[in-house]
């Protein structure tokens, strides 16, 4: 009708209709098609929640070996990658060479572009579930000065991920179950959020029928920031920092009550979640057990939980309904794995491959108009343009 009306941040705007994930952030739910994020969690490995996603049901034993089948075919690059992620510093990081090796496939793969049709789709979807868990393992093998090996199509989908990232030269990688499982729940806890600051990227990208690589190369980027997905990175380094400075988690506290000071506690509190944050529960769990199950003892961890009963105790954070969210014990898990800190982003954005993929396919399907908010403009009324020498 012509009125436009703001709200910052889109606090309280729809961008869409969306049968993908159903989040009530007063109830703590998470489910993604109808099923519950525990029971996912618990249950199902990161390949099916990723069919489930993007298909819209879970599949059956036929349905995810074609799907992984698919997805295997296309697990190489082309050899040119090797020279885009030699020519990045080893300073580089690791969100910013993904975000540009994404978006660089679209060069090797044009033909993922003009998707006319539901097979087009399908092949633009199993192109990059095959290859972007190569380019997650490549940009920490080039960090550590590792070959850009392949890894093992013969194992699962996660198992070849950490195979990937991790197997040394003339040495296989020894697959450990706890690791894996560890990995599959969190990769799971990850996949999708609705319409978060990533995903909304990508769908009013994909809006303008930029193609599927193009889309997610820009929701990396949103990703990358620590409001969003780097809080993960920005939460380790938070209680790194405490530890370093003593363990004294009162002084970290008054900080981030303080108004003047632009600290955070990283971690804490969430757009929609005003209970809790469903993911959170089940991630403190893991990390309990994976840190338990590899014999690794972190005093970061001690610092996250003393850290986490002060604040659920503090008026300030209790009054403002902020809460630890899924990525106050994520790294503490990655940790464990000996993933780096910088890599905790890409690991997430791994994750939210499939949600990302599901929420483009469900646009482009939907036929959605393309993204183009309004605004109300507060600059300068007409004026007569000056001379440069009467400025
Ligand atoms: N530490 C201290 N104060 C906080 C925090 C925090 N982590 N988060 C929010 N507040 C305060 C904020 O200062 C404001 O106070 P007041 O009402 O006095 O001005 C109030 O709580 C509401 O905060 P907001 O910034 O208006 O809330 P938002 O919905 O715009 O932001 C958020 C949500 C997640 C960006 C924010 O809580 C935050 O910055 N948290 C830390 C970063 C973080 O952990 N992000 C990961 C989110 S979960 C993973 C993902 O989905 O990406």
Known sequence: NGVVTIDPGYKNTGSCESAITFLDGEKGILRYRGYSIEELAEKANFLE??????????????????????????????????????????SAHPMGVLASLTSALTAFNP????????????????????????LVAWTLRKKQGLP????????????????????????????????????????????DHEQNCSTSTVRIVGSSHAGLFASLSAGISALWGPLHGGANQAVLEMLEGIKEDGGDTKKYMAKAKDKDDPFRLMGFGHRVYKNFDPRAKIIKKSADDVLGNL???????????????????????????????????????????????????????????????????????????????????TGATHRPFKAIDQR
């Open 111 to 134: 033909s993922s572009v003009n998707v006319n049709s539901e097979e087009d789709m399908y092949k633009a979807i199993v192109k990059i579930m095959g290859k972007f868990p190569v």
């Open 148 to 191: 850009l090996d392949y890894g093992d199509n013969s194992v699962g989908y996660v198992e070849n991920v950490l195979k990937m990232m991790f197997k040394q030269p003339n040495c296989d990688y020894k697959l450990d179950p706890v690791v894996v499982d560890a990995l599959d729940k969190l990769l799971i806890l990850h996949a």
């Open 49 to 90: 929640v990723a069919y489930l996603l993007i298909f819209g049901e879970l599949p059956t034993q036929a349905q995810l070996d074609k799907f992984h089948g698919d997805i295997k075919a296309q697990s190489v690059v082309d050899e040119d990658v090797r020279k885009i992620i030699d020519a990045f510093p080893k």
């Open 295 to 377: 014999g690794v003892q972190d005093p970061i961890l001690d610092i996250a939980k003393g850290l986490e009963k002060e604040a659920l105790e503090d008026a300030y954070f209790v009054d403002r309904k902020l809460y630890p969210n899924v990525d106050f014990y994520s790294g503490i898990i990655y940790r464990a794995m000996n993933i780096p800190t910088d890599m905790f982003t890409v690991m997430f954005a791994l994750g939210r491959l499939p949600g990302w993929i599901a929420q483009w396919r469900e646009m482009r399907l939907n036929k959605e108009p393309i993204g183009r908010p309004r605004q109300i403009y």
